[in-house]
């Protein structure tokens, strides 16, 4: 018997079935070992040795693998073909060694890019040995993260206020927010106009623009205001006559080619636009569609290893994708050779291949009803793409026409048409911040030659308004990620999740916000580490760490060069910088009070102006001189507080809008703004109120009494008003899952009662 190690439950199950009955597949559920949390977990004095521990929650994990161990033969390390899949498996290796369970056992490491019958197959027939290469980088990256948060954090601690904390490739990014926002706020709006012309040839309609005017080209600002614009399409009308003359016409047929195959960036961005999915959420789905799924026969691989910066497709991948193309399409969207693309990422070495579906005949709706509707959502993007990047080119006609309205004045009409989709009847990449889709839509120009008249129907000018950059969405702030060389593709993810949970920044309509917080913990980084959020620096540090994973560094020096100056800088901030200098950023404007200076400060609840002689003088107003005319609480009319009488508002609290009465704090009534919707089931509790459909501070559907504070009774099921047929508790509870469908269920634990519902039952009780 062989035990193979991997590292989750679902991916030893879909494995299992490629393997013989001669090897065990269990799970190493994640890392076995972490650094211990306190600080000296690395040592800088002594070569950066770092102490290990076991994860508490992974011992029984660790016992379970050396029990199977003891009975077997061989050990295969079957960990994910990356720095964190190599580093658990060595984790693994040290900690069985270390605790004399390994014997003299045979450890073998095998790497598959998919979990496909060919691919465990043969890595299990090809095994190597751990690399130490992969190892150390790895290593390095952790003790740079910790270094970093054990003496970054404490310093924030103390300069900002308590509870805050600082990361690595986490910092650079909250600068790039930071950095945009200050842009947004320092932008100055310009008006300008522009002149269309509404036209018409043989009954079709069409738009020009005005491109030349007196024989001067038109620029964004040519036209400023409205007299200007009203002058100028006098002038036009007067000089056209009622018609354009066609000056010039030009045709071009352009091909557009298909995108590459996705990458971990790429995915994340285009789930982003497609889907509306975060990069973390992108990321778990697509380790579900990589680990397994049942598809009715078992469990099987869908797509190739998710954490990739290579666009390379396997020969036998492209061969299978262009014989789907010749059966499905015909031979006229097949190119005449297979189509390589080159990666862009100048370090992509980890993993070989993009991701893919392991094998693109398993067609998204053969598979749709075993998945999710998030997992099939997915697939079928990543399908798409794949099955577009080997498809022919599309063609594209477009055609630019030149019309006259007097002399020296031109305007322009442009339109195009899609001849041939080639790829496009498949897939079309999405857009970030688009200001149209020119390219996604058919416009199409009458036939017209030059020295021909057309209808002029009527000349309008058009008002505009230049726009600041738009914040980040989760797509646009991956792909600066990635073009700033900000942490790797594997990483993208949990930087943005930690800047969320950090609360250094928020979404605000899709987009990200730096919080007062945030942009105070910013300008402290930018101010006094300045070189440590530097984007090049940051970029330089990952190219390190990359040249160590290919063998061709070292990673104590990489850590020495990082470590000492680091280290001086932060004694050096810690003795010489004062608290208000982080948290008081001076305004060229005097206290009214007192004649003092005035400065932006950080208070309990965000940032404020205030006298830099507090506590002497007092003075502050809001750093927003709108915001308490915008937060105003506003009254509800033909409603009182049924405590007190007053008039109640809509007010604005930490968690939200809430409706409280007008007369706070005196009294303190307060009720949701939606009414909860009331089940009517009598709360077994209390027997007074009845249970109500409420939602979570973070939009979670539970049941509660209504009777609260004075019962706290909840559920996170809907109940029923049925009691329970084992221990007699007045409720049950309705639910539903997509493994074990729906089933009533007492909500008292020590209970254990469950019984299934029939499907009639269920439909009635959703409809309800």
Known sequence: ?????????????????????????????????????????????????????????????????????????????????????????????????????????????????????????????????????????????????????????????KKIRRGLSAGRVQSPALRLICEREAEIEAFVQREYWTIEADTAKDERAFVARLTTLGGEKVEQFTITDEARATEVKTALESAAGGKLRVEQVERKQRKRQPAPPFITSTLQQEAARKLGFTAQRTMRVAQQLYEGVDVGSGAVGLITYMRTDSVNLAQEAIAEIRAYVTERYGESDLPDAPRLFKTKAK??????????????????????????????????????????????????????????????????????????????????????????????????????????????????????????????????????????????????ASIISTLQDREYVILDKKRFVPTDV??????????????????????????????????????????????????????????????????????????????????????????????????????????????????????????????????????RGRYGKFIGCSAYPTCKHIEPLDKPEDTGVTCPKCNKGTLQKKKSRRGKVFYSCSTYPKCDYALWDEPLAEPCPSCGWPVLTLKITKTQGAAKICPQKECGYRAPVEDQETDSSAQN
């Open 347 to 492: 370090n992509a070495q980890e993993a070989h291949e993009a991701i893919r579906p392991t094998s693109i005949r398993r067609e998204p709706s053969a598979v749709k009803a075993h998945l999710t509707v998030e997992q099939f959502k997915l697939y079928e993007l990543i399908w798409k793409r794949t099955l577009a990047c080997q498809m022919a080119h599309a063609l594209i006609n477009q055609v630019a026409v030149d019309l006259s309205a007097g002399a020296g004045n031109l305007l322009r009409a442009t339109g195009s048409m899609v001849v041939d989709p080639g790829f496009m009847r498949v897939y079309l990449e999405g857009r970030d911040d688009a200001k149209g889709a020119d390219d996604d839509e058919d416009r199409m120009l009458p036939e017209m030659k030059v020295g021909e008249l057309v209808d002029l129907i009527a000349i309008r000018p058009e008002q505009h308004f230049t726009e600041p950059p738009p914040r980040y969405s989760e797509a646009t702030l991956v792909k600066a990620l990635e073009e700033f060389g900000i942490g790797r593709p594997s990483t993208y």
């Open 1 to 157: 018997m062989n035990l193979v190690i991997v590292e989750s439950p679902a991916k030893a199950k879909t494995i299992k079935k490629y393997l013989g009955p001669s090897f065990e597949v269990v799970a190493s559920y994640g890392h076995v070992r972490d650094l211990v949390p306190k600080e000296g977990a690395v040592d800088p004095d002594h070569g950066f040795a770092m102490k290990y521990q076991i994860i508490e929650r992974n011992e029984k994990h660790v016992q379970s693998i050396a029990k199977k161990l003891k009975d077997c033969e061989a050990l295969y390390l079957a960990t994910d073909p990356d720095r964190e899949g190599e580093a658990i498996s060595w984790h693994l290796h040290e900690l069985l060694k270390s605790r004399r369970q390994l014997g003299d056992k045979p450890v073998h490491r095998v790497v598959f890019n998919e979990i496909t019958k060919r691919a465990v197959q043969d890595a299990i027939a090809s095994p190597r040995g751990i690399s130490y290469d992969l190892v150390n980088a790895q290593q390095a990256r952790r003790a740079l993260d910790y270094l970093v948060g054990f003496n970054l954090s404490p310093l924030l601690w």
């Open 518 to 651: 945030g942009r105070v913990v910013n300008r402290f980084l930018t101010d006094y580490f300045t070189s440590y959020v530097d984007y090049d620096f940051t970029a330089r540090l990952e190219d390190d760490l990359d040249a160590v994973s290919r063998g061709e560094g070292d990673w104590i020096p990489l850590l020495e060069r990082f470590w000492r100056p680091f280290k001086d800088l932060v004694d050096h901030t810690q003795e010489h910088v004062k608290r208000s200098d982080v948290t008081q950023e001076r305004i060229e404007e005097t206290c009214p009070k007192c004649g003092g200076q005035l400065a932006i400060r950080l208070g309990r609840n965000g940032r404020f102006i205030g006298c830099t002689h507090y506590p002497d003088c007092d003075y502050t107003r809001d750093l927003d001189p709108n915001k308490a005319e915008r937060e105003a609480p506003e009254v509800i009319e033909g409603r009182s507080c049924p405590l007190c009488g007053s008039a109640l508002e809509i007010k």
